[in-house]
């Protein structure tokens, strides 16, 4: 499979709801799922955050999970780098109510699966981190 290849539109979901969680907690940010695998290339607008799937989503009897990888970009040497622990209530793990808007209906999980890599820290040019996440979707 070449490296560009685009995802088909089921394993979109995750990367499309966690998008939505990730405006409502960064305003400022330009977030947007992102559908092609491979090189992110890096955005007109900064800050921003690209999510895509890493791997097919699984999906059963309401529930979807799968993995993900979060791309942040930010002016400067300093990576925007979002923790999905300061996302989720710490007792039960869902995804705290205040970023679920618009998604009535829906209960989300969130969760490291491997160490962010960093790159680019070089003061003229834009900063990435790549974050690669764990997410559970009950419907």
């Known amino acids: 499979m070449p ?5 088909p539109e089921p394993d979109m979901i995750l990367p499309t709801l966690v998008s939505q969680v990730l405006a409502s907690a960064y305003p400022g ?3 947007q799922p992102s559908a ?3 090189m992110t290339h890096t955005p007109e607008v900064l800050p921003a955050v ?3 799937p890493r791997g097919n989503a699984w999906s059963a009897d309401g529930r979807m999970t799968g993995r993900l990888v979060v791309v942040t970009f930010i002016e400067g040497s300093t990576p925007m780098v979002i923790d999905p622990m300061s996302l989720v209530d710490p007792t039960t793990g869902d995804v705290l109510p205040r970023y679920m ?3 009535d209906g829906v209960s989300m999980k969130l969760r490291t699966v491997s160490r962010k890599r960093i790159g680019n820290k070089v003061d003229h040019l834009p900063t990435y981190a790549a974050h ?3 997410c559970a979707v009950t419907l």
């Open 36 to 38: 092609i695998r491979g």
């Open 101 to 103: 808007a618009g998604l």
């Open 50 to 52: 690209r999510l895509r």
């Open 29 to 31: 940010a330009d977030v």
């Open 3 to 7: 490296r560009t290849r685009t995802y």
């Open 132 to 134: 690669y996440w764990g």
